[in-house]
Every structure is written in structure tokens, then in C-alpha cells.
């Protein structure tokens, strides 16, 4: 079964800048469209980035233009730079298939921005 494995989260301030990585067991995501997810505190999972195998992007407005998506097939593993952070972009990120597949889900990396 494949397992995925965020990390790079923490705490930090605004404006500051965090980078977290997804770790796949397996090849699975190297034939797949694949996103990071989101969830503040109260709030639904939402996606904010994803990647084709390809390397198209997208990414939701609100992060548009401060972070920034990649992957590397040959590591199994996906990127997502973010810059520029702000209060509300604190929540628990996840990485999974787009679109999200149950059995993918992880526990996530926590990001926190405060002062």
C-alpha cells in the first residue's frame, strides 16, 4: 500500500517561507496528477496546488504568486515553496492524488504563522 509522508512544516513568521516535501513509498504518483491539500482549524480540506506528471501547474488564487509546486518522479517526491506566508495560511497540509484518493491521505505537516 502506498504510504505518503509530508514534512518541512513548523512555525513561522509573517512573510516568512516554508518548504514541504512528499515522500511516496512507491512509483504510484509518477503516473499521476498529484496536489497539496490544506485544512485550517474548522474549515474543509481544500486543494491549493497541483502538479501534473508533465509539470503543469495550478494553483489556487490566494497562493498564486507565493508558492510554488514541483516534483521529482525519479524521488517519488513533491515540493511545495511557499513564500511570502500569512496568518492564514496556517493549517495542517496534506499531499494527495488529484483527485484525492481515501487511501492516500496522511497525517500532514502542521504550518503555523504568527508573530
Known amino acids: 500500500q502506498v504510504q505518503l509522508v509530508e514534512s518541512g512544516g513548523g512555525l513561522v513568521q509573517p512573510g516568512g517561507s516554508l518548504r514541504l516535501s512528499c515522500a511516496a513509498s512507491e512509483s504510484t504518483f509518477g503516473i499521476s496528477a498529484v496536489g497539496w491539500y490544506r485544512q485550517a482549524p474548522g474549515k474543509q480540506r481544500e486543494l491549493v496546488a497541483g502538479i501534473t506528471r508533465g509539470g503543469s501547474t495550478n494553483y489556487q488564487d490566494y497562493v498564486k504568486g507565493r508558492f510554488a509546486i514541483s516534483r521529482d518522479n525519479d524521488k517519488n517526491t513533491v515540493y511545495l515553496q511557499m513564500n511570502s506566508l500569512k496568518p492564514e495560511d496556517t493549517a495542517v497540509y496534506y499531499c494527495?492524488?488529484?483527485?484525492?484518493?481515501?487511501?492516500?491521505w496522511g497525517r500532514g505537516t502542521q504550518v503555523t504563522v504568527s508573530s
Open positions: 494527495n492524488s488529484v483527485p484525492p484518493q481515501y487511501r492516500y
